[in-house]
């Protein structure tokens, strides 16, 4: 395969997991509110737990997230992390103050936390992820270099362009909005997180 039709598959296909609502998804909407350079944080502290899997996968390591007792522990730790952080935000969303509670600390750790808390994220990378992976293998540490820059990429582009969205219409927000958006968002995740908890033994 052609090295740039490759990194078009992988622009393409990496941008079907970055717009899946997600917990970061729902970081870069909250921490957007107060800074519309959140999204760039959230995506840095999204890559700090990233990139170092995709080296591991490259390695030949993936192997070890196809054994069932992994797959299992990665399902329901991060399906509860995912269930208390959502139930949280439910729990908090009636004005931005009190719901930045639901992520406390800088944008960056929350990317971290939304990041490994998430067992779509492992499961991802242990199946479609690593096969990208193996192809880029095929083109040398370039194939290597150039998949992390062009999957990276669509994560930075869209958080940012998600926070930042968020901030520049927040004067249209209202009390009841926020409780509509972050009680959603909260749902989602509680949703996420049920799915995974439950998925794990079907």
């Known amino acids: 395969m052609d090295l740039l039709l490759f990194l078009f598959m992988v622009f393409v296909i990496s941008l079907s997991g970055v717009l899946m609502p997600g917990p970061v998804f729902a970081a870069a909407v909250v921490k957007g509110i107060k800074n519309r350079h959140a999204g760039a944080w959230i ?41 208390y952080m959502g139930l949280r935000m439910v729990h908090m969303r009636g004005s931005v103050d009190v719901i930045e509670r639901a992520f406390p600390g800088h944008a960056m750790v929350a990317g971290m936390a939304t990041t490994v808390s998430n067992p779509y994220f492992i499961l991802w990378w242990a199946t479609v992820g690593a096969a990208l992976i193996i192809t880029a293998i095929t083109f040398g540490w370039l194939g290597i270099i150039a998949f992390i820059i062009v999957h990276e990429s669509c994560d930075i582009g869209w958080d940012y362009f998600v926070a930042y969205s968020v901030n520049r219409s927040k004067k249209f927000w209202t009390e009841k909005v926020y409780a509509y958006v972050f009680g959603g968002c909260g749902i989602l995740l509680v949703g996420f997180g049920a799915w995974f908890v439950v998925s794990v033994w079907l």
């Open 43 to 83: 995506a840095l502290g999204h890559l700090i737990v990233e990139i170092p899997l995709i080296l591991v996968i490259a390695a030949g390591f993936y192997y070890v997230f196809t054994y069932d007792w992994v797959r299992i522990g990665i399902g329901v730790l991060g399906g509860f992390l995912l269930l």
